[in-house]
């Protein structure tokens, strides 16, 4: 980067870390520490909401992956915005009325300690490992560009994490994250304006669309029902409602977002303006990479996108067998260029024949540019056996460092330790609530003082980030981080929302059973998703039906019991 890119990336960090100070000042106890003292206005806690689900990986893998797989992982939001009325309806309500901290305080109530405890706990589990995803996912940044040890990485964007979030609490996480969300859709509209800016003349936005489609990357839509397959219409709806209803409904990162709104109106507002917001953002985010696809169709893009991985090869004795590799994969670049520009002439003429011939000729040559790749992966493997070779996390990044004019590189690299920030942050500050309400307050140390408790939530917060930053270390070979952040999620949520939903509509059934029920589908899960039967969303599906129909059949095995009301 320029010294341009590094002033513009200080500032715009350094501004965020004040203005998050300065905004959290007065904290005197856990209201204030976690839920500002509930006083946030709904377009607040709206972007907050954002901010929370739109991390690093978000900004960076999300181009990726639609680069890689076209732009069908945008069917994985389709059921969010039903999500969000029926939690509106149903949690919300309860939420409000109880006037609790955590969502899992209200399960105490309707069942008793030990389902309370348990839902905390699968909860912390995940929320916990996912955190450490969102680190490794700005760290790549920083190790990428400066050429740092992805490990000391790890630990210093983390550290600094630690402290901003220890420091400022929710009310710094909100405000700050509602600055970060208007930088970010400032600058992702730039990036989007500068890959067509910079694609041949002749090229505009509707040419890069049609050309993008031909070759597959505008599928959105896909109809066929496959249970194998991740991301279709059918898994979109369904699984993603249930995947969505756990996580705004139950999770306490997204539950304590909204509770921080002034009054029950306001929650809803901000939930159901999400639900309105958030498919077309994802659209317009994965459209990006679609367009990134087509700038390198007609530029030539590398063998790899992780270019620190491949100084390591030339540096290696396996150099020459890469250079050969480079050769025939930039001969047959130079080909494609050819073949994308007859492809553009016959979509002007809307020359079926001859759309059809040069689309099966770019096929092709993108199929041995795969097999191409698949070598150079081997030889990366060879160099460093440790090293990560799949490459869709640096694609955009690839793109941002190496097309765009100084001082808006700066900005992007911003851009994405901004979301980082917001996201994880709120993630530590929802694992701090968590252990602090349904661990600490509630089994430990009852009678704790309000100063007591706040310096004790900041200690939580500051083990529950070194716990993440351990997680960073292990997250290398992951493949995509947006699909595994959503595979590790999916693999609680559905029974985390299988005992909300029982809690909330079967009143016959007692702690006992809800308990038991859980234990055995979360089991039950686990196991499915290690045959590998059906994709990751259709587990939140599974989970939640599981607990249901456990939890029945226990209750009727255990016999009628008092449930407590």
Known sequence: MSFLDWVVLSLTLSAIILYGIWKSRGQKNLDSYFLSNRSMPWYIVLLSIIGTQASAITFLSAPGQAYADGMRFVQYYFGLPLAMIVICIAFVPIFHRLKVYTAYEYLEQRFDLKTRTLTSFLFLIQRGLSTGISIYAPSIILSSLLGWNIYYTNIFMGGLLIIYTMYGGTKAVSYTQSLQMGIIFAGMFLAGWMVVHLLPEHIGFSEALHVSGKMGKLNVIVTDFDLKDRYNIWSGVIGGFFLALSYFGTDQSQVGRYLTAKTEAESRMSLLMNGLVKVPMQFLIMLIGALVFVFYLYFRAPISFNEGQLRLVHQSAYAPQMQELERKYDTLAQEKQGYVKALTTALKTNDEAQINTVKASLQAMEAASGKIRDSAKVLIRKADPGAETNDTNYI??????????????????????LASWGSIAAALNSLASTTMIDVYQRMIRPDGSDADNLRMSKWITLGWGIF??????????????IEAVNILGSLFYGTILGIFVVAFTM?????????????????????????????FLWLNVIGCLLVMALALCCQLIMGSRRIKK
């Open 507 to 535: 009143k016959r059934i007692g702690g006992d059973a809800t308990f038991l029920a859980a234990v055995i589908a979360e089991i039950a899960v686990v196991i499915i998703w290690l045959m590998d039967s059906v994709s």
């Open 468 to 481: 993440s930053i351990a997680v960073a270390q292990f997250a290398t070979g992951m493949g995509s981080l």
């Open 396 to 417: 955009f990044l690839h793109f941002v460092v190496n097309n765009l004019p100084q001082g808006l590189v700066g900005l992007l690299i911003a851009i994405i330790f």
